[in-house]
T-cell receptor, first 113, second 114 residues
Framework: GEDVEQSLFLSVREGDSSVINCTYT??????LYWYKQEPGAGLQLLTY?????DMKQDQRLTVLLNKKDKHLSLRIADTQTGDSAIYFC?????????????FGAGTRLFVKA | DGGITQSPKYLFRKEGQNVTLSCEQN?????MYWYRQDPGQGLRLIYY???????QKGDIAEGYSVSREKKESFPLTVTSAQKNPTAFYLC?????????????FGQGTRLTVV
């Protein structure tokens, strides 16, 4: 079945770049998302990318998509302590109406001052 | 302010009891969802609703029930049949069920069985 995998932890120093990786199995995925979850809170959509795009940049965030390898990454430039959170990768296929959005387990990002 | 509100933030349940988690949105969204989050796991879909008076089971619906009598409200009942209910529950809504619409999440309810 469909699956989304991420590493569980990432630790970086303040000011460095963070790269969070994700792999997915559904080759028909059309939309891929990155969500951020702060402690004790809900998820907030950071960015999303269509599968016909290779890259999307939004201020400090860069999303790279390798559709052949089914690999998605999120790069955060100049990482700040406020970026410490759990980052979820998710994919969905509009053919199934979107309700089958599949989430990864989340990568917990630690930013050291 | 528009948004999606879950209550309560923390909930304690005795074994054998049913409890209901509230989810209200004023975003005029048609679609609403309930997810369960366990440590080290992604979000798993419990139930979803595309429109008032309609809802469908997600991947882990056993032991849960929902209703959608109003567009704004999508309460989740955790029944005594749910064997391991301790988890963080997240409600979400989106304009439609289409894959390109952003889902807005509530702040979550942490349910603990005592």
């Amino acid at each position: 079945g469909e699956d989304v995998e991420q590493s569980l932890f990432l630790s970086v120093r303040e000011g460095d770049s963070s790269v969070i990786n994700c792999t997915y199995t559904d080759s028909s995925s059309t939309y891929l998302y990155w969500y951020k979850q702060e402690p004790g809170a809900g998820l907030q959509l950071l960015t999303y990318i269509f599968s016909n795009m290779d890259m999307k940049q939004d201020q400090r965030l860069t999303v790279l998509l390798n559709k052949k390898d089914k690999h998605l990454s999120l790069r955060i430039a100049d990482t700040q302590t406020g970026d410490s959170a759990i980052y979820f990768c998710a994919e969905s296929n509009p053919l199934t109406g979107g309700f089958k959005t599949i989430f990864g387990a989340g990568t917990r990002l630690f930013v050291k001052a | 302010d528009g948004g999606i509100t879950q209550s309560p933030k923390y909930l304690f349940r005795k074994e054998g009891q049913n409890v209901t988690l509230s989810c209200e949105q004023n975003l005029n969204h048609d679609a609403m969802y309930w997810y369960r989050q366990d440590p080290g796991q992604g979000l798993r879909l419990i139930y979803y609703s595309q429109i008032v008076n309609d809802f469908q089971k997600g991947d882990i619906a056993e032991g849960y029930s929902v209703s959608r009598e109003k567009k704004e409200s999508f309460p989740l009942t955790v029944t005594s049949a749910q064997k391991n209910p301790t988890a963080f529950y997240l409600c979400a809504s989106s304009l439609t069920l289409a894959g390109n619409t952003e889902a807005f999440f509530g702040q979550g309810t942490r349910l603990t069985v005592v």
